[in-house]
């Protein structure tokens, strides 16, 4: 067997608790052609501008195809699969209920909601001494909050939870296993959009003051959203807003208790986490890979042509660390300031919810910190879900001598 | 706390406005608003909205002195070993923007001899750009405007007295009080300032206002709070045009009057001059193009109470805002034996000022506004540059030129590129616009003012020009300083099916120059230019 690529080093299973040092080979040839016909960029520079890049899509079906082969599912549903003018409108028709210029407040006003759901859910472990920081506090925390937000009973949970993960799971670098990966989503894509859209058909008879009540009733300049749009974009906004906060939150954890000393400092500068997270979206991001782009020409960048309808995957995780770029791109510093990184990535896709991801993130840190007696990783690696695109472990155990009350 | 927003590297993310949504404010999709001096409540809001920004344009109380990317160390340029950067004595005359940022930049790298700001007004430098939008708005008020500290720059400043003179063979700058301030280099960064109504009388009377300091500003906004009938703008280029915004923000009825065929036809051609226009009419603001203003007429208390235009028609309002672009501050140099006029201080691209003969000095530096450079870019075209982005970047090169030799100097290249809010629109510019032949509408749709405007001259791609379509703006920077293709012949996303490039409509540029050079001697030895002034 001839001996595996960089790229084909990244997106073993192996290889997930640590992928930084692959990063750096990787970044060696910031733009490289891969066996299977993969444009993957790794470098910093390259990667904002192809972000900045009109001649790029994140429409698949404007994969160049050889005749004859099998069209595959076309990604993700919602805006995030569609370029503009199409992408542009339907960003801006969900946009105008979650954030300025029409609804500025939306989120900031969630804020003592927000310490309230953590605070709760610390003190549902407050009696124990062993805690499983996925399980227990980084997921429940985003997703009782998404579903608040848009609208989606919290009790639906285990329903949506299976169809969100076999999507999250399906998203990653890479084209040999695609068409399986894609075939797996689908089913997951088509129950998911049909329970959402039950649900607007039935707040449609009760509209409440929700995401989802917002983008059945609105209708303006941009006209309205069709029941097939506000499902997938339901769909997109639900698997997005507690598939990835989770790994932030967690990621964050494992970096602190990495760096126990931070903990304390955490405790005395409340200003530290606002930098923190920021440093943690550059140095363990929640997103490693933007993997759905494709070459609209030829591209020239870096020395490589990437030709017109080539698949491009976009090294977000690795760009981050670009020496380039950031001094000491290995070195995790907690106040690192003027931090431009690609935890969010960048362009007109820029994670629609950072805002909320950054205060979800911020807030579930703090209260850690302050709460948490000693804590200790039980286990380091911990273990790691699949997917090399959205990365983050599986479970976070840890031991503390006990957990603070909440004082008012 | 000061807060500053670079909008030159803004592109309307729009993160800011949702941590910090009381100091944040988009108005529209991509054009941002902020309180240039944010509560102290506020300071935990503000933090995380800086930190949150993806370009990172947001500076607090300092100006980061390095803009792009991380890297925020100093650039350490190789020492002149004259010793100079230890004991030299360097003059900065202006303290506005490009002074001010130089100043800190030359304390940066390393210069540690002595320093003087000399500036007119009696203020800290402060950020003219919320003048004509917060501030007149009446969001923030005109002296709550002040640049953050670039760090704490150890200068000797002189606030509230001008210079009156440069004396280039005793190394002075003699100051309007007599006073001489003695230098080894010096940087002249005088900037500009508005243009008066021609007729002093008419300009006299009450209610009629330029608008370009803390000052103006502050008159103009009492004038606006106190609910006039109608106001009255004399100019539609971008200063006329926002406050033209503002008025219509304020629900202020507003007539503006252009001699020219549309708005912003100076600085983006007729094309999109005609978009500015059908915003402008759209929003509600009587809009007269093609029109002069003959006469500006008082009642008996001398105030501003109508206008008489060139179409036979009268406008009656309280004020009226004089926004005939601006006159630079040169007359100071007028013996000085540099080439300094209307056109400004021609400089090389080093920012090294010329003298009349042309040849470039060595000691003489200048930035900002008064500058004028050659372009590489532009077939080395002489151009000044009102803009803020400029004023930066310029300042930033004369300072490290200021301490390098010869061999370490860095030429100042950077694309001029320039924003305007108004009407709920963010406009921003790269290149030259008015260097052009064409125009083509290259994504987006001009109808619902959401686009992208290239220009090309003779076949090249010169500049572009986006409405609430900031992000695309690096994309067509690389290209213009690639010298790419005009019109661009590639597939992209939201694109026409055929790209349709039309004449620009670009105006001339014959300007006044009420200087005539004159040639004397006839030996090489001896020939020498001399100025003579007033037009001829």
Redesign the interface.
Same mark, same amino acid.
């Given at each position: 067997m001839a001996p595996s690529s960089v790229f084909e080093q990244i997106l073993d299973y192996s290889h997930r608790a640590d992928p930084y040092s692959l990063y750096a080979e990787l970044r060696r040839t910031p733009v490289a052609r891969q066996e299977d016909g993969t444009y993957v960029v790794s470098g910093y520079k390259e990667i904002v501008?192809l972000l900045?890049?009109?001649?790029?899509?994140s429409d698949r079906r404007n994969l160049a195809r050889p005749p004859g082969s099998e069209e595959g599912a076309t990604g993700l549903p919602g805006f995030i699969s569609t370029?503009?003018?199409v992408h542009?409108r339907l960003r801006?028709l969900a946009m105008r209920h979650f954030?300025?210029?029409h609804s500025?407040?939306r989120?900031?006003n969630l804020r003592p909601e927000l310490i309230l759901i953590v605070r709760n859910l610390i003190d549902g472990v407050a009696d124990r001494t062993r805690i499983d920081i996925v399980d227990d506090i980084a997921y429940p925390f985003p997703v009782t909050v998404i579903c608040r937000l848009l609208g989606v009973p919290r009790e639906d949970e285990s329903r949506f939870h299976v169809w969100a993960d076999a999507i999250a799971e399906s998203i990653g670098p890479g084209e040999a296993d695609r068409a399986e990966r894609e075939r797996r989503r689908t089913d997951a894509q088509r129950e998911l959009g049909q329970y959402l859209g039950g649900l607007a058909e039935e707040r449609r008879k009760n509209l409440g003051d929700d995401l989802l009540s917002g983008l059945i009733s609105y209708e303006g300049p941009d006209g309205a959203m069709s029941p097939a749009d506000v499902a997938v974009t339901g769909s997109l906004l639900l698997v997005a807003g507690h598939e990835t906060t989770v790994n932030l939150i967690t990621n964050g954890t494992l970096t602190l208790l990495r760096h126990p000393e931070l903990i304390q400092r955490l405790r005395d500068e409340?200003?530290l986490v606002?930098?923190t997270v920021?440093e943690l979206l550059r140095y363990e991001p929640p997103v490693h890979f933007i993997s759905s782009r494709v070459a609209?020409?030829d591209i020239e960048i870096a020395g490589t042509t990437i030709p017109?309808g080539a698949p491009i995957a976009l090294a977000l995780a690795a760009g981050s660390r670009d020496p380039e770029?950031?001094?000491e791109p290995d070195r995790f510093i907690p106040d690192?300031?003027?931090?431009?990184h690609l935890g969010?990535g960048?362009?007109?896709h820029?994670c629609f919810g950072?805002?909320l991801a950054?205060?979800e993130a911020?807030i579930a840190l703090s209260e850690l910190a302050r709460r948490l007696q000693n804590p200790r990783l039980v286990t380091d690696p911990p273990p790691y879900r699949p997917s090399a695109g959205l990365r983050g472990p599986r479970h976070l155990l840890i031991e503390v001598d006990g957990v603070t009350q909440t004082t008012p | 706390m000061r807060v500053i927003v670079d909008l030159t590297r803004c592109q309307g993310?729009?993160?800011c #406005?949702?941590?910090?949504?009381d100091v944040f &404010?988009?108005?529209?999709?991509e054009a941002l608003l902020y309180d240039t001096d944010a509560d102290e409540a506020q300071r935990?809001?503000v933090?995380?909205a800086a930190?949150?920004c993806?370009?990172?344009a947001i500076h607090l109380d300092r100006m #980061?002195t390095q803009h792009r990317?991380?890297? &925020?160390?100093a650039v350490v340029s190789p020492p002149v070993d004259d010793g100079f950067r230890k004991t030299g004595r360097i003059v900065i005359v202006g303290a506005s923007l490009a002074g001010a940022r130089a100043a800190g930049v030359l304390r940066r790298d390393g210069f540690t001899g002595s320093l003087t700001l000399i500036g007119d007004e009696p203020y800290e430098p402060y950020d003219r750009p919320p003048l004509s939008k917060q501030v007149l708005v009446g969001r923030v008020p005109a002296d709550h405007t002040l640049l953050p500290r670039l760090r704490e720059v150890d200068a000797e400043w002189l606030p509230g007295v001008a210079a009156a003179g440069l004396d280039l063979a005793a190394r002075t700058v003699r100051l309007s009080d007599g006073r001489e301030v003695g230098f080894d280099r010096v940087l002249i960064a005088t900037g500009a300032r508005a243009r008066p109504w021609p007729n002093p009388e008419e300009a006299a009377l009450d209610g009629v206002l330029p608008l370009r300091t803390i000052e103006e500003a502050s008159s103009l906004r009492e004038r606006l709070a106190a609910r006039p009938r109608r106001v009255l703008v004399i100019g539609a280029g971008f200063t006329g045009s926002e406050v033209a915004s503002v008025c219509r923000d304020l629900d202020l009825p507003v007539t503006v009057v252009e001699r020219g065929p549309a708005p912003l036809v100076g600085a983006l051609g007729g094309v999109i001059g005609d978009v500015a226009a059908d915003m402008q009419r759209a929003h509600g603001v009587d809009l007269r193009c093609g029109v002069t203003v003959e006469a500006l007429e008082g009642d008996a208390d001398g105030r501003f109470r109508a206008a008489r235009l060139s179409d036979g028609s009268t406008v009656e309002a309280d004020v009226a805002v004089v926004a005939l672009g601006a006159i630079r501050n040169v007359e100071w140099l007028r013996d000085s034996g540099l080439a300094a006029g209307v056109w400004g201080v021609a400089c090389d691209a080093g920012c090294r000022a010329v003298d009349i003969n042309g040849l470039v000095t060595d000691d003489v530096f200048v930035a900002g506004d008064v500058a004028r450079f050659p372009h590489p870019v532009y077939n080395f075209q002489f151009m000044t540059l009102e803009h803020w982005g400029n004023a930066v970047a310029q300042a930033e090169i004369a300072a490290h030129n200021m301490l390098s030799d010869q061999a370490h100097r860095w030429p100042h290249l950077s694309l001029p590129v320039f924003w305007s809010n108004q009407f709920g629109t963010s406009i921003k510019s790269v290149g030259v616009p008015t260097f052009a032949d064409e125009v083509v509408i290259a994504?987006?749709?001009v109808e619902e003012r959401?686009f992208v405007a290239l220009y090309g001259y003779r076949g090249r791609l010169t500049a572009a020009v986006t409405f609430d379509r900031a992000?695309?703006l690096?994309?067509y920077q690389?290209l213009i300083e690639r010298a790419a293709p005009f019109p661009p012949d590639?597939?992209?996303?939201?694109?026409p099916e055929t790209l349709r490039p039309v004449p620009a409509e670009v105006p001339e540029r014959l300007e006044a120059t009420q200087v005539t050079v004159m040639v004397t001697g006839h030996d090489p030895a001896e020939r020498r230019a001399t100025l003579v002034h007033g037009d001829r």
């Amino acid at each position: 067997m001839a001996p595996s690529s960089v790229f084909e080093q990244i997106l073993d299973y192996s290889h997930r608790a640590d992928p930084y040092s692959l990063y750096a080979e990787l970044r060696r040839t910031p733009v490289a052609r891969q066996e299977d016909g993969t444009y993957v960029v790794s470098g910093y520079k390259e990667i904002v501008a192809l972000l900045h890049d009109p001649r790029i899509s994140s429409d698949r079906r404007n994969l160049a195809r050889p005749p004859g082969s099998e069209e595959g599912a076309t990604g993700l549903p919602g805006f995030i699969s569609t370029d503009p003018p199409v992408h542009d409108r339907l960003r801006r028709l969900a946009m105008r209920h979650f954030g300025p210029p029409h609804s500025p407040h939306r989120i900031e006003n969630l804020r003592p909601e927000l310490i309230l759901i953590v605070r709760n859910l610390i003190d549902g472990v407050a009696d124990r001494t062993r805690i499983d920081i996925v399980d227990d506090i980084a997921y429940p925390f985003p997703v009782t909050v998404i579903c608040r937000l848009l609208g989606v009973p919290r009790e639906d949970e285990s329903r949506f939870h299976v169809w969100a993960d076999a999507i999250a799971e399906s998203i990653g670098p890479g084209e040999a296993d695609r068409a399986e990966r894609e075939r797996r989503r689908t089913d997951a894509q088509r129950e998911l959009g049909q329970y959402l859209g039950g649900l607007a058909e039935e707040r449609r008879k009760n509209l409440g003051d929700d995401l989802l009540s917002g983008l059945i009733s609105y209708e303006g300049p941009d006209g309205a959203m069709s029941p097939a749009d506000v499902a997938v974009t339901g769909s997109l906004l639900l698997v997005a807003g507690h598939e990835t906060t989770v790994n932030l939150i967690t990621n964050g954890t494992l970096t602190l208790l990495r760096h126990p000393e931070l903990i304390q400092r955490l405790r005395d500068e409340p200003d530290l986490v606002i930098y923190t997270v920021e440093e943690l979206l550059r140095y363990e991001p929640p997103v490693h890979f933007i993997s759905s782009r494709v070459a609209l020409e030829d591209i020239e960048i870096a020395g490589t042509t990437i030709p017109k309808g080539a698949p491009i995957a976009l090294a977000l995780a690795a760009g981050s660390r670009d020496p380039e770029h950031v001094a000491e791109p290995d070195r995790f510093i907690p106040d690192r300031r003027y931090n431009e990184h690609l935890g969010f990535g960048a362009g007109i896709h820029y994670c629609f919810g950072a805002p909320l991801a950054r205060l979800e993130a911020q807030i579930a840190l703090s209260e850690l910190a302050r709460r948490l007696q000693n804590p200790r990783l039980v286990t380091d690696p911990p273990p790691y879900r699949p997917s090399a695109g959205l990365r983050g472990p599986r479970h976070l155990l840890i031991e503390v001598d006990g957990v603070t009350q909440t004082t008012p | 706390m000061r807060v500053i927003v670079d909008l030159t590297r803004c592109q309307g993310y729009g993160q800011c #406005a949702f941590l910090a949504p009381d100091v944040f &404010t988009m108005n529209g999709e991509e054009a941002l608003l902020y309180d240039t001096d944010a509560d102290e409540a506020q300071r935990e809001h503000v933090l995380r909205a800086a930190a949150a920004c993806p370009v990172q344009a947001i500076h607090l109380d300092r100006m #980061a002195t390095q803009h792009r990317g991380m890297r &925020t160390g100093a650039v350490v340029s190789p020492p002149v070993d004259d010793g100079f950067r230890k004991t030299g004595r360097i003059v900065i005359v202006g303290a506005s923007l490009a002074g001010a940022r130089a100043a800190g930049v030359l304390r940066r790298d390393g210069f540690t001899g002595s320093l003087t700001l000399i500036g007119d007004e009696p203020y800290e430098p402060y950020d003219r750009p919320p003048l004509s939008k917060q501030v007149l708005v009446g969001r923030v008020p005109a002296d709550h405007t002040l640049l953050p500290r670039l760090r704490e720059v150890d200068a000797e400043w002189l606030p509230g007295v001008a210079a009156a003179g440069l004396d280039l063979a005793a190394r002075t700058v003699r100051l309007s009080d007599g006073r001489e301030v003695g230098f080894d280099r010096v940087l002249i960064a005088t900037g500009a300032r508005a243009r008066p109504w021609p007729n002093p009388e008419e300009a006299a009377l009450d209610g009629v206002l330029p608008l370009r300091t803390i000052e103006e500003a502050s008159s103009l906004r009492e004038r606006l709070a106190a609910r006039p009938r109608r106001v009255l703008v004399i100019g539609a280029g971008f200063t006329g045009s926002e406050v033209a915004s503002v008025c219509r923000d304020l629900d202020l009825p507003v007539t503006v009057v252009e001699r020219g065929p549309a708005p912003l036809v100076g600085a983006l051609g007729g094309v999109i001059g005609d978009v500015a226009a059908d915003m402008q009419r759209a929003h509600g603001v009587d809009l007269r193009c093609g029109v002069t203003v003959e006469a500006l007429e008082g009642d008996a208390d001398g105030r501003f109470r109508a206008a008489r235009l060139s179409d036979g028609s009268t406008v009656e309002a309280d004020v009226a805002v004089v926004a005939l672009g601006a006159i630079r501050n040169v007359e100071w140099l007028r013996d000085s034996g540099l080439a300094a006029g209307v056109w400004g201080v021609a400089c090389d691209a080093g920012c090294r000022a010329v003298d009349i003969n042309g040849l470039v000095t060595d000691d003489v530096f200048v930035a900002g506004d008064v500058a004028r450079f050659p372009h590489p870019v532009y077939n080395f075209q002489f151009m000044t540059l009102e803009h803020w982005g400029n004023a930066v970047a310029q300042a930033e090169i004369a300072a490290h030129n200021m301490l390098s030799d010869q061999a370490h100097r860095w030429p100042h290249l950077s694309l001029p590129v320039f924003w305007s809010n108004q009407f709920g629109t963010s406009i921003k510019s790269v290149g030259v616009p008015t260097f052009a032949d064409e125009v083509v509408i290259a994504h987006g749709s001009v109808e619902e003012r959401r686009f992208v405007a290239l220009y090309g001259y003779r076949g090249r791609l010169t500049a572009a020009v986006t409405f609430d379509r900031a992000m695309w703006l690096e994309f067509y920077q690389g290209l213009i300083e690639r010298a790419a293709p005009f019109p661009p012949d590639f597939r992209a996303t939201d694109r026409p099916e055929t790209l349709r490039p039309v004449p620009a409509e670009v105006p001339e540029r014959l300007e006044a120059t009420q200087v005539t050079v004159m040639v004397t001697g006839h030996d090489p030895a001896e020939r020498r230019a001399t100025l003579v002034h007033g037009d001829r």
